[in-house]
């Protein structure tokens, strides 16, 4: 046996131990963090949906009912959702995991497609029925879910003016007010009328009319 190579072997023999003595080492300190030792995984294809950083928020909210009453749902999407488009994924129902969290749909089967026409802050939905026979129920979950779509104006949800016509018959207009919709609650105007001297004064009550089926 060559002594030339006696070095270098126990040099090798010394790399190898230092080694293992390192990693036995890091896999105990992670061991103590909690944290167990993995090989490395690979990440796979990106995510759909995900959002470049520095882009606004394109998620959508549809509402859907869950045990205590209605609740908004949000999955992420590419680009900002209008209203028509939200409606249409609304009435798809709940996906997968929604389901698993106890959510569920109370809208009814439409005889047709739903449409959605926006302004400045408000939203118009036609449905191919009687509007008035729509369920309170039914109601909150298309105007919440249109008022926190894409509306121009860029007006908070709680803002956008959402009103139901179909068959001839108008509902609102009405406010996603928290998890719910409320009519619109409009100022009533001031009747003047002739004082005992002549003058006219005002008398409005200022209590508010709500604005319903039209």
Request: net charge positive; proline share 10%.
């Given at each position: 046996?060559?002594?030339t190579?006696?070095?270098?072997?126990?040099?090798?023999?010394?790399?190898?131990?230092?080694?293992?003595?390192?990693?036995g080492?890091?896999?105990?300190?992670?061991?103590?963090?909690?944290?167990?030792?993995?090989?490395?995984?690979d990440?796979?294809?990106?995510?759909?949906?995900?959002?470049?950083?520095?882009?606004?928020?394109?998620?959508?909210?549809?509402?859907?009912?869950?045990?205590?009453?209605?609740?908004?749902?949000?999955?992420?999407?590419?680009?900002?959702?209008?209203?028509?488009?939200?409606?249409?994924?609304?009435?798809?129902?709940?996906?997968?995991?929604?389901?698993?969290?106890?959510?569920?749909?109370?809208?009814?089967?439409?005889?047709?497609?739903?449409?959605?026409?926006?302004?400045?802050?408000?939203?118009?939905?036609?449905?191919?029925?009687?509007?008035?026979?729509?369920?309170?129920?039914?109601?909150?979950?298309?105007?919440?879910?249109?008022?926190?779509?894409?509306?121009?104006?860029?007006?908070?949800?709680?803002?956008?003016?959402?009103?139901?016509?179909?068959?001839?018959?108008?509902?609102?207009?009405?406010?996603?007010?928290?998890?719910?919709?409320?009519?619109?609650?409009?100022?009533?105007?001031?009747?003047?009328?002739?004082?005992?001297?002549?003058?006219?004064?005002?008398?409005?009550?200022g209590?508010?009319?709500?604005?319903?089926?039209?």
């Amino acid at each position: 046996m060559s002594t030339t190579n006696a070095p270098v072997r126990r040099a090798a023999r010394t790399r190898r131990v230092v080694g293992g003595v390192v990693s036995g080492a890091l896999a105990g300190a992670l061991a103590g963090c909690g944290i167990a030792p993995t090989d490395v995984i690979d990440a796979g294809e990106p995510a759909s949906g995900v959002k470049s950083p520095g882009q606004p928020a394109a998620d959508v909210q549809l509402f859907f009912y869950g045990p205590s009453g209605l609740r908004s749902a949000t999955r992420p999407a590419k680009a900002p959702v209008d209203p028509e488009q939200a409606i249409q994924l609304l009435m798809d129902g709940p996906n997968h995991a929604e389901r698993m969290r106890g959510l569920s749909s109370v809208l009814p089967k439409f005889p047709g497609r739903l449409t959605a026409a926006t302004g400045e802050g408000t939203v118009v939905i036609t449905l191919p029925m009687n509007a008035k026979l729509l369920d309170s129920a039914s109601l909150n979950q298309l105007v919440c879910t249109a008022a926190n779509a894409r509306v121009p104006g860029d007006k908070p949800a709680g803002q956008v003016v959402v009103t139901l016509v179909g068959d001839r018959v108008r509902v609102g207009p009405m406010v996603c007010g928290g998890n719910n919709a409320f009519p619109v609650v409009q100022p009533t105007p001031t009747v003047s009328q002739p004082s005992p001297t002549g003058t006219s004064t005002g008398t409005g009550t200022g209590t508010g009319s709500i604005g319903g089926v039209g």
